[in-house]
Nanobody, 124 residues
Framework: QVQLVESGGGLVQAGGSLRLSCSVS????????FGWFRQAPGKEREFVAA????????FYADSVKGRFTISSDNPKNTVYLQMNSLKSEDTAVYYC?????????????????WGQGTQVTISS
């Protein structure tokens, strides 16, 4: 199994940057896909980005392409989400999730493990 803990959220001005971290623990991670999701109040959970643990494959939602970068640091057992050019619509609770496999699935229901989330707020 995999345990996930997000950190790095906070308040950032529009146009600014923020890096979220997902600390991963468990038995093995090499066969897992890790994803970032977000959910704003009153809105459905939204896929943001995903990565294989090896870092060989990444996938992004259209809304964040060119602005966000997902990466993994295997020695540190950490998955990152670098967020640049932040907009007000990026305000949400961001969750790290994982699933067994290597397919870049965007539907959250296919991810088995979830962190508790970290709040990201973008001010205008």
């Amino acid at each position: 199994q995999v345990q996930l803990v997000e950190s790095g959220g906070g308040l950032v001005q529009a146009g600014g940057s923020l890096r979220l971290s997902c600390s991963v623990s468990g038995r093995t991670f090499s066969s897992y896909v890790f994803g970032w999701f977000r959910q704003a109040p009153g809105k459905e959970r939204e896929f943001v980005a995903a990565i294989t643990w090896s870092g060989g494959t990444t996938f992004y939602a259209d809304s964040v392409k060119g602005r966000f970068t997902i990466s993994s640091d295997n020695p540190k057992n950490t998955v990152y989400l670098q967020m640049n050019s932040l907009k007000s619509e990026d305000t949400a609770v961001y969750y790290c999730a994982s699933r067994l496999g290597a397919t870049m699935i965007t539907a959250g229901e296919f991810y088995r493990y979830w962190g508790q989330g970290t709040q990201v707020t973008i001010s205008s």
